[in-house]
């Protein structure tokens, strides 16, 4: 860049980066681990509605072109499509953006694919509010849409690295799977904590006294730099990160939620309603564990079109409105 | 045109599927008695003359693949997999029965044969299109064939697997469209006019054929030349129907798109049905 010294204006672009300057990135971690799980397992088809290239789907689609299938900007046919093949004993990779995977196509999700559970596995990109384009194209309630099937299994991963392991893992399911996409130049989190994605695990990344911070996707790194901050304040929080959405570590939650004196505070990158933080508060009641509780999330409205990181401060899931939540509450 | 003998032996199962379908109405006392009676000579030419099947092995890998997008059809579809052996016959006591293999919309899961879980319309075709895809990928010789109500042509989700099926040229496809011109709430042409037809399948890249899919000869034929047909088009036969054909005081109720007959009627429709058994409809 010739003008490297210019400050960058915020940008309400649809494919704005959560990466933050000089954060370390792989690109395109799903593309590049579904090819290479393509390579030993002949069943692996990829399948899209006109967004190859912004799934991610492209690598794929080079790699391996006669497996590759455009399906065309018809996201009904897509799922159905993707059914039809799941019953010739294909496991398709199905990608689009979460807004129309859910919101459109939901009745072939529901009876096509889930009522038969069949093995399609639906990689949705732009999850939650992770494009400046209003609400079109942000996917606030995508995680409660999903909850709510019979037998979905639904996943939210953080960061590049889970993304490279949970491709290989969701395609051992039996079974619909919905998994949140982040694509592009994608964070790497995770790698220091030695993690290995589990389906159906959560797994504790630090631990501390006075909160608990339950998070899945995204949020989970929000939730590693709250923690960070919170230390230099003598606050000790402990981060639980909860990448299977459905079916939840229940006794997992239960046993650190269970811990007295610890403020449980949920995180996540999607609506209030119906998501993660729903389902742990449903969740301790039904087990009886007493706890105070916060959550962070995005209000339950039609959010604002804008730059993301405008958007994540005014809507409460940027680090720094995250570590305010928490101090408010202590 | 098929043999004299091909087309006595169509008619014989269509009016066996027309007496099985009967049979299970009576069992509940109401369905859609109506479609089934005007779809049967299409069912018979399916299952009894164009598809490979194996009726006790009905997930045999080879099998043509028939998938009722219209699931509120299954009555006709069970008299159908009756007459082609794959349902035993006393199981037809139990049509709509709590715990039965055969519930009264058509589900997968719940009875052999039945390909798809239909019933929220138009989801079929694009399903169907999956299928051929991935049988063609795994060059497979098997057909599919979606059979769909004319009510589904007004959903948006048909036009979108239409046009892939062009796209991707899927020879191995056939669409039939039982065209009977009701649905729930009344005549279709009143509801969202889908005229002209054929037009509109050719427009979109399909070999298309319409015929009266009441003439038994005519439906076989049309059957044939869409398996032969020559090329990668999609195949859609359209076939126009009549509601409660066979049993003349059903035809001519105004309301038959969800019949109701009263306990007596059912013996009289029996009938009157007895009494058109073709040549060679004995069993």
């Known amino acids: ?330 | 045109m098929p043999s004299p003998a091909e087309i006595e032996k169509v008619a014989a199962a269509a009016w066996r599927i027309r007496r099985y379908a009967l049979r299970m109405g009576e069992v509940q006392g109401q369905g859609y008695i109506g479609q089934a009676l005007g779809y049967a000579d299409v069912l018979a030419t399916a299952f009894c003359h164009t598809m490979q099947l194996r009726p006790l092995e009905p997930e045999w890998e080879g099998r043509d693949r028939f998938l009722l997008s219209h699931g509120h059809y299954a009555i006709a579809l069970y008299a159908a997999l009756l007459e082609a052996g794959v349902i035993p016959e006393e199981e037809l006591e139990s049509y709509g029965a709590d715990g039965s293999r055969l519930p009264m919309s058509g589900m997968a899961t719940y009875t052999p044969g039945m390909e798809i879980s239909g019933g929220s319309l138009g989801q079929g075709l694009s399903i169907a299109v999956g299928m051929a895809l991935g049988l063609r990928h795994k060059n497979s010789p098997a057909l599919v064939i979606n059979s769909m109500s004319d009510g589904e042509l007004d959903e948006g989700s048909t036009w979108e697997a239409a046009m892939s099926a062009a796209h991707h040229g899927l020879g191995n496809l056939i669409n039939i469209v039982d065209i009977n011109r009701q649905q729930a709430d009344g005549n279709s042409q009143q509801i969202l006019g889908y005229e002209p037809l054929q037009d509109k399948w050719a427009s979109f890249g399909w070999y298309v054929q319409r015929v009266d899919g009441n003439d038994t000869a005519a439906v076989i034929d049309a059957f044939d030349k869409a398996k032969n047909h020559v090329g990668k088009q999609p195949r859609v036969i359209l076939c126009d129907t009549l509601m409660g054909k066979g049993v003349p005081f059903l035809e001519e109720r105004d309301k038959n798109h969800f019949i109701r007959v009263e306990a007596d009627e059912w013996q009289k429709a029996l009938a009157v049905l007895d009494a058109q058994q073709p040549t060679g409809g004995a069993q």
Do not use: W
Request: aromatic share 6%; proline share 6%; net charge negative.
């Open chain 1, 1 to 330: 860049m010739s003008n490297a010294a210019k400050p960058r204006l915020t940008t309400s672009a649809m494919i704005a980066s959560i990466a933050e300057e000089g954060q370390p990135t792989r690109a395109a971690p799903f593309g590049h681990a579904l090819v290479e799980l393509a390579a030993r397992r002949p069943d692996i088809v990829g399948m899209t509605a006109d967004l190859a290239k912004y799934t991610d789907l492209h690598i794929f689609a080079q790699a391996c072109p006669e497996r590759f299938f455009q399906m065309g900007m018809a996201e009904q046919l897509l799922m159905g499509a993707a059914g039809g093949m799941a019953k010739e004993g294909f496991t398709p990779f199905v990608t689009t953006y979460a807004v129309f995977a859910t919101r459109r196509a939901y009745d072939f999700i529901h009876q096509v694919i889930a009522e038969e559970s069949l093995n399609v596995k639906i990689a949705a990109a732009l999850p939650g509010l992770t494009t400046g384009y209003g609400p079109s194209h942000q996917a606030a309630e995508d995680l409660a849409m999903m909850r709510a099937i019979p037998g979905m299994t639904v996943i939210d991963p953080c960061d590049a690295l889970e993304i490279e392991q949970m491709v290989p893992a969701v395609a051992d399911l039996p079974g619909p799977v919905y998994m949140r996409l982040l694509r592009g130049k994608v964070p790497l989190v995770l790698d220091k904590y030695d993690y290995q994605f589990v389906p159906g695990k959560a797994q504790l990344l630090e631990d501390g006294r006075e909160v608990l911070i339950i998070s899945s996707g995204l949020m989970t790194m929000r939730a590693l730099e709250t923690a960070e901050r919170l230390r230099r304040d003598n606050i000790g929080a402990a981060v639980l990160h909860v990448p299977t959405i459905k079916p939840l570590d229940e006794e997992t939650i239960i046993a650190q939620a269970s811990k007295p004196g610890r403020l449980v505070v949920t995180a996540e990158n999607h609506s209030a309603v119906g998501g993660l933080g729903e389902a742990v508060a449903a969740l301790l009641m039904r087990r009886g564990v007493r706890a105070q509780m916060a959550t962070v999330g995005l209000p339950d409205e039609f959010l604002l079109a804008g730059a993301l990181p405008t958007l994540h401060d005014r809507y409460g899931i940027s680090t720094s409105a995250m570590v305010d939540t928490i101090k408010a509450r202590l």
